[in-house]
């Protein structure tokens, strides 16, 4: 899966990593509130172009702007549900109770989930292992592991206080996977090679989510495919020139926005820094 990339997961990205193996894309983090406002840039962030599969991942915290939301909703071809963030570190969004700060309030995160489904839809979480080494220590991600009932749980496995450079503690898959009762959990966090997906598989995850490897390598999809032995076509693992052609290419199609291309070509190939989803 293609991780939220703040700045960067545009349309055009998320086709580009789905034609070189990306089964699932998610947009970028966008809030609720915003929607309702009608505010521009946060309605870009959910206007679909063409069939890529998709989910919207939305910041909220409230039931009944959730509700408001889903209420005037049209689903479109490749949307496959609704993400919630429990993971963005951005101290303005945890001061306000929303992004890594609802992974201490399970209960208000299982009706969010509840509203979703209730329109038809199909809902997944991403999480962090809380706010802080505290919260991590008492295990708070556990709560919504066992007590929301989502489709899909997606786990970064670090704190929302710990920096990009640091290390993710994959140890804390096994308890995840089993205190999901059977729901899939993907991994999330410094996913950049096949050695780290084969013990990550044989932890049991149900698949991987990568981001910013992705931005250095929008193929690396495929070329973990091929490295774990699907077979993946030579000609779909493509150097950094094809893929900025490959990317212009899908931009003129899907008329992709110049900031997005700018911030995409300054980064492919390149280390990444600290970016929020």
């Not at 998709?54 to 909703?73: D, M, N, P, R, Y």
């Not at 804390?172 to 096949?194: K, Q, Y």
């Not at 693992?237 to 931009?251: H, P, T």
């Amino acid at each position: 899966m293609l991780a939220p990339l703040e700045g960067y997961s545009d349309g055009v990205l998320r086709t580009l990593c789905h034609r070189h193996g990306a089964d699932l894309t998610f947009t970028e983090m966008a809030h609720v509130e915003s929607f309702l406002r009608g505010n521009r840039q946060a309605l870009e962030k959910i206007t679909i172009h063409d069939s890529t599969p998709v989910q919207i991942q939305l910041l909220t915290g409230k039931e009944e702007h959730l509700e408001a939301f889903l209420a005037g909703f049209e689903p479109f071809p490749g949307f496959e549900g609704f993400n919630l963030n429990l993971s963005c570190p951005s101290p303005e969004v945890i001061r306000r109770g929303k992004g890594a700060a609802m992974i201490k309030r399970a209960t208000k995160t299982g009706r969010l989930v509840s509203i979703i489904h209730g329109h038809g839809y199909r809902a997944s979480l991403k999480m962090r292992l809380g706010t802080n080494a505290y919260e991590k220590s008492q295990k708070v991600y556990l709560n919504s592991l066992r007590g929301v009932d989502a489709d899909l749980y997606v786990v970064h496995a670090k704190t929302a206080s710990q920096e990009s450079a640091e290390g993710d503690d994959y140890s804390v898959f096994p308890e995840c996977i089993e205190a999901a009762r059977g729901i899939p959990v993907i991994a999330n966090g410094g996913i950049d090679s096949a050695e780290k997906v084969r013990l990550l598989r044989d932890m049991g995850v149900g698949g991987v989510m990568i981001g910013r490897a992705a931005l250095s390598n929008p193929a690396i999809f495929d070329v973990l495919r091929n490295e774990l032995g699907f077979n993946v076509p030579a000609k779909a693992i493509q150097g950094v020139d094809e893929l900025k052609e490959e990317y212009d290419s899908i931009r003129a199609q899907l008329v992709g926005s110049e900031r997005y291309w700018g911030a995409f070509m300054g980064i492919i190939g390149k280390r990444t820094g600290t970016i929020y989803y």
